[in-house]
Structures are given as C-alpha cells and as structure tokens.
C-alpha cells in the first residue's frame, strides 16, 4: 500500500501519526511540508479529496494565523490559500494519503481508517490515551 503524509516533525500529532503508519508495516513517503513548501494546486487537491475547506485546514494554534488577522471569517478562501503558500505552517497536518482516500489525521486514531491493515497494538495517542490494546483492537469504552 502507497501513503504518503504530509509530515511535520516538530508536532506530536505527526510524529504519532507516522509512527503508527509504521508499526502496520508501511514505509509511507513522509513530505515535509515545512521544507518542501505547498503549491497552489498541491494545496486545493488534498483539502478537495479530504472535504475540507481552507479555513477547516487552516491551523491557529502555534502559528501567526491570528496575528495576520486570518481568523476572521470574512477573509476569503484565496487569501487563505495564499497565506498557506506563503507561510507553510498554516496547515494543519498531518495530511495522510493513501488509496483509501485523503484524512486531515487530527486525531492521529483517524489514520487507522486510511490502513489496510490495523497495527499490533498497544498503541496510544500523544497524551497516553490508548488507542489500540495488546490484541490490536480498540479499549472497551466506558460506562
């Protein structure tokens, strides 16, 4: 199975996310946007094939988003867009694409959606919160 992810080693999130790729056995080819940049197409095909809008893939939290006034809801798509070419930590990542389609994997338990195969567990979130247990399959919930 081909993945890619669109990757950012400095985020936990990513990091987990591409650790979980590996332990199903994948090598994925990891993009590190913040080096490789995004083109405007690049950008419009991923958050097309993901559903989402570029105010949806527009990431606030750690990033100049805010102090360049992109949080308001009157900025258009386009400027978004621009923005995020210019300034590439403005998407959130990680962006996961395999033949199962195209995940903003935020939770980073959305990749497991994207797997052919689930991988041995356990496994666990960036916070410690498990994902998969010993036999590979999701906690029991509570209550």
Request: with cysteine; hydrophobic share 40%.
């Amino acid at each position: 199975m081909s993945v890619v992810i669109h990757h950012n080693p400095g985020c936990g999130t990513s990091r987990n996310v591409l650790e979980i790729i590996r332990a199903a056995g994948i090598e994925p080819v990891v993009i590190e946007y913040q080096v490789t940049g995004w083109t405007r197409p690049q950008l419009l095909g991923l958050f097309a094939a993901a559903g989402l809008t570029p105010r949806q893939a527009l990431r606030v939290s750690k990033t100049p988003a805010e102090e360049m006034g992109l949080t308001d809801p009157a900025i258009p798509d386009d400027a978004l867009i621009e923005a995020m070419i210019a300034h590439p930590i403005l998407v959130n990542r990680p962006i996961v694409c395999t033949r199962k389609g195209v995940r903003l994997c935020r939770p980073s338990e959305t990749v497991l959606d994207l797997l052919d195969q689930l991988p041995k567990g356990p496994l666990f979130k960036e916070d410690g919160e498990m994902i998969l247990d010993a036999n590979g399959r999701p906690p029991a919930q509570k209550g």
